[in-house]
């Protein structure tokens, strides 16, 4: 656990210097180019606000309407059926719609039942083994303005089910049940 | 829904669209330099090395894409930023990344196959090191922040497998409707 926090922690510094280190070696105009490079990085920020700003307030408006809550209520039933515990039930589903509010409602799982608890380390498995769908779709779509997302959101929302009954049986099986 | 909720749906809105440009805000700084790097590293051959090691496995998981396409080059290094728990260099290079899908894609305004693919890895997310929900662990006083580093790494790897399963499944029922 060490070493891999070690590598973790040295990871950026030691890439940088090796992709210049490298990038000098094979004679690249390294500053000429990270200029040129960097230039796009502004482009794509300011092409994806008006993406992010629909979504982010589509987003909160379904939350503060209320219509997340009967939602929750809606699929509750069938999350505990599939055996996920009913305090972790709002952490699915807020976890591919905000990313935010799910560190938010995990910090809190982990604050109110303890890190070294059921719900507690299940929390913590699942804020780290999924990732904000809708964020992560409307960033990248937006960026090369594609207004047509096929099947990615259905993929995408499947796959999180996937991850939230995976994280459930993972962590019983590592730390047994309760 | 009108009772009293109203007022709350109006502050959503704005709070709403305030955080999105936020968030567009915080991501130049982001994409700037690492799209810069990513140039310096494009430009030197090293994201070409890095396509050419990891090409069997990816080949299999985006058959349109070219052999030599940079695109693939980009997608490795937005996989292994997430790997690492590099959210903040991962999101330009996966932006990149899309970039080149979009140059290959027929239908500019429809998200390709390999797309829908690519973004199915992404919102699995494999995570080596959850650095957030460590800190979280570590701040409530965990026995063991780590412990959960890995129930994490196999749920999350098993809703990436996930993902690709149900990415190829909806992508075999596209194809048959024609």
Redo the contacts between chains.
């Keep these: 656990?060490y070493i891999?926090?070690m590598?973790?922690l040295g990871?950026?510094p030691i890439l940088?210097g090796f992709?210049?280190i490298?990038?000098t070696?094979?004679q690249?105009p390294?500053y000429e180019?990270?200029?040129?490079?960097?230039?796009?990085?502004?482009k794509?920020?300011?092409t994806?606000?008006p993406f992010?700003?629909g979504?982010?307030?589509?987003?909160?408006?379904f939350?503060?309407?209320?219509a997340l809550e009967a939602l929750m209520r809606l699929i509750r039933p069938g999350m505990n059926y599939l055996g996920i515990p009913a305090e972790i039930v709002p952490l699915a589903i807020i976890r591919?719609i905000s990313g935010t509010a799910a560190?938010g409602m995990?910090?809190d799982l982990?604050?109110v039942h303890?890190?070294?608890s059921y719900i507690?380390?299940l929390s913590?498995?699942?804020?780290?083994?999924?990732?904000t769908?809708f964020y992560?779709?409307t960033?990248?779509?937006g960026?090369?303005?594609?207004?047509?997302?096929?099947?990615?959101l259905?993929?995408?929302l499947?796959?999180?089910l996937?991850?939230i009954i995976?994280?459930v049986v993972?962590?019983t099986i590592?730390?047994g049940a309760k | 829904?009108i009772n009293g909720?109203m007022e709350?749906?109006n502050?959503?809105?704005f709070?709403?669209?305030q955080?999105?440009?936020t968030?567009?805000?915080g991501?130049?700084s982001?994409?700037?330099?690492?799209?810069?790097?990513?140039?310096?590293?494009?430009?030197?051959?090293?994201l070409d090395m890095l396509s050419r090691l990891f090409r069997p496995v990816v080949k299999r998981l985006f058959p349109e894409v070219p052999q030599n396409h940079p695109a693939l080059g980009y997608i490795l290094s937005n996989i292994i930023a997430n790997m690492?728990?590099?959210g903040n260099?991962a999101?330009?290079l996966?932006?990149k990344a899309?970039?080149q899908?979009?140059e290959l894609n027929q239908e500019?305004?429809?998200?390709s196959r390999s797309?829908?693919t690519?973004?199915?890895i992404?919102?699995?997310?494999i995570?080596?090191?959850?650095?957030?929900?460590?800190a979280?662990?570590m701040?409530?006083?965990?026995?063991?922040?780590?412990?959960?580093?890995?129930?994490?790494?196999?749920?999350?790897i098993?809703?990436?497998i996930?993902?690709i399963i149900?990415?190829r499944y909806?992508?075999y029922r596209?194809s048959r409707k024609g």
């Excluded at chain 2, 500019?108 to 998200?111: E, F, Q, Y």
């Excluded at chain 2, 995570?127 to 460590?134: C, D, E, Q």
Aim: aromatic letters at 8%; a positive charge; charged letters at 15%.
């Design positions: 656990m891999l926090s590598i973790s990871f950026i940088i992709i210049l490298y990038g070696y094979k690249v390294t180019s990270f200029v040129e490079g960097g230039k796009e990085g502004i794509i920020a300011i994806i606000i992010l700003v979504m982010l307030v589509a987003i909160s408006i939350r503060a309407s209320g591919p560190l995990t910090s982990i604050a303890g890190p070294d507690g380390r913590s498995v699942l804020q780290g083994s999924t990732d769908t992560v779709l960033v990248y779509f960026a090369v303005g594609i207004k047509k997302m096929g099947d990615a259905k993929v995408g499947l796959a999180d996937v991850g995976a994280a993972v962590v590592f730390f | 829904m909720k709350e749906i502050k959503a809105i709070t709403g669209a955080d999105a440009v968030l567009c805000i991501l130049i982001i994409l700037v330099f690492w799209l810069g790097m990513m140039r310096i590293a494009q430009e030197s051959g090293l690492f728990g590099l260099a999101t330009p996966g932006i899309m970039e899908l979009q500019k305004k429809k998200a797309m829908i690519f973004l199915a992404n919102t699995a997310s995570t080596l090191i959850p650095t957030t929900v460590i979280i662990r701040t409530y006083h965990s026995a063991s922040p780590t412990e959960i580093v890995v129930p994490t790494l196999i749920a999350t098993i809703s990436a996930g993902a149900i990415d909806f992508y596209r």
